[in-house]
């Protein structure tokens, strides 16, 4: 495996969702390019029935080893996690043995990324209700890779590649995440406001942005009015941006929330630290639902990722759009001559 042609294993995620849909559509797509390979991180039979929900003309085909050369035209690699065998529970049910299948592939495809057989993973969505009927205590996806990784702070940046500026990407960092709007606003402080702007800076650098241009969004609106509209801006964003800009990042604002995201499609900014969850997802879903995609920064591992749920109301169907899923895995292929620096800074040490 070279960074020139990367292998990526794709986790269907739960296998009862659409995820064994949208992988099977995406990599039946790629079959043609020969300068990448993806492997499908399933039970095989989760994969033949998939392509045969969307009448696909492809082959299926089991594969041990990471680096099998690519079958070519139509044919889907699967590499055979041995979990469900042939007996798949029902599409769109919380199953646990589901669950468990969908932890086995991700903890394969992490051993392979970690390994260095793999450049990287691509991750469909998993069911939490089912993954914990398998005794996981994880929240998610990202604490899972958390500790099969070593690493105990990850960051999540979104990317955009459809903005208004040929060639550009937009990439949105979180200053807080899964927490109450209310808890968020606490959350932020002048040191946590440093600490985010930092690890967002350095992520654009090691992710292959040279030179990279960050703006902050501001909480209040029209970034406060000098204080009228609230004062957070003056009390922590601004002596925040000041002390890192005295360190030497570019970095511009606190910009009002509901011009910067327009400024970063345009071109302006590489990268867009957002204070709180709903304020960067609904920026960039809005513009782009389908080409927004999920990348877990500060893992020694490449991992993009589908932002979107398990869908079990349409799973098994062939109506699931596989978009997001082409999008995250595009943007791997982008990342993938990044992985050395990946490695080397968030390798734990």
Do not use: C
């Amino acid at each position: 495996m070279t960074s020139n042609t990367p292998v990526l294993a794709v986790t269907v995620g739960d296998p009862v969702g659409i995820g064994p849909e949208i992988t099977a559509a995406v990599l039946h797509e790629f079959s043609t390019d020969s300068s990448q390979h993806g492997i499908a991180v399933a039970d095989l039979a989760v994969m033949e029935k998939a392509v045969k929900v969307l009448n696909l003309d492809a082959e299926v085909r089991a594969v041990s080893s990471w680096d099998t050369a690519p079958g070519g035209e139509g044919v889907i690699d699967v590499f055979d996690i041995g979990v469900l065998g042939t007996q798949i529970p029902e599409w769109g049910r919380v199953d646990e043995r589901a669950g468990q299948a969908a932890v086995t592939a991700i903890e394969v495809a992490t051993k392979a990324a970690l390994d260095q057989e793999v450049a990287g993973i691509v991750t469909g969505p998993i069911n939490k209700e089912a993954v914990w009927k398998t005794g996981s205590k994880h929240l998610g996806h990202t604490e899972m890779l958390g500790e099969l990784t070593g690493v105990t702070k990850q960051d999540t940046m979104f990317v955009v590649e459809k903005t208004h500026q040929p060639g550009h990407k937009m990439q949105v960092f979180f200053a807080t995440r899964h927490m109450s709007l209310r808890k968020a606003l606490d959350a932020i402080n002048i040191d946590n406001q440093v600490d985010s702007i930092m690890r967002a800076h350095r992520a654009l650098e090691v992710y292959g942005v040279a030179d990279p241009r960050l703006a902050t969004a501001a909480i209040n609106p029209h970034g406060g009015e000098n204080g009228a509209f609230g004062d957070e801006e003056i009390e922590i964003l601004s002596p925040a941006i000041e002390e890192v800009r005295a360190r030497g990042l570019d970095v511009a604002g606190p910009i009002p929330a509901d011009s910067v995201f327009h400024h970063g499609l345009l071109g302006r900014y590489d990268g867009i630290l957002s204070q709180y969850h709903d304020q960067g997802h609904i920026a960039a879903k809005t513009f782009d639902f389908d080409g927004t995609i999920s990348v877990t920064v500060g893992l020694p591992i490449l991992r993009t990722s589908v932002d979107h749920g398990t869908a079990f109301d349409i799973a098994g169907t062939g109506k699931a759009d596989p978009g997001t899923m082409r999008s995250a895995y595009r943007a791997a292929i982008g990342y993938a001559p990044h992985v050395e620096a990946i490695r080397a800074e968030y390798l734990p040490r």
